[in-house]
């Protein structure tokens, strides 16, 4: 079992800054994957980023060099740090983690940019 807590998200201006966290319950080098994922009004959800427990980071297009997935091992959490953000991320952001064959999400955060 994983659990995930997720917090930081906000109203933020466009071209601004947000950092959402992520707490897991275990030591994050026994998850195979973890990720942020988003789902804006009356879309699908879509991965944001991923990052396995080697380190290995990947990022959806939209996002790339606005975006940082990072991680602290120490306190079992991983963060996404959000810079210049615009309207179209506007979005519930979940967290996720993958053990073994199951995966694991947790309860969303929402994140505005409007002016």
């Known amino acids: 079992q994983v659990q995930l807590v997720e917090s930081g998200g906000g109203l933020v201006q466009p071209g601004g800054s947000l950092r959402l966290s992520c707490a897991a319950s275990r030591s994050i080098f026994t998850i195979d994957t973890m990720g942020w994922y988003r789902q804006a009004p009356g879309k699908e959800r879509e991965l944001v980023a991923t990052i396995t427990s080697g380190g290995f980071t990947n990022y959806a297009d939209s996002v790339k060099g606005r975006f940082t997935f990072s991680r602290d091992n120490a306190k079992n959490t991983v963060y996404l740090q959000m810079n210049s953000l615009k309207p179209e991320d506007t979005a519930i952001y979940y967290c996720?983690?993958?053990?073994?064959?199951?995966?694991?999400w947790g309860q969303g955060t929402q994140v505005t940019v409007s002016s």
């Open positions: 996720y983690a993958r053990r073994f064959t199951t995966n694991y």
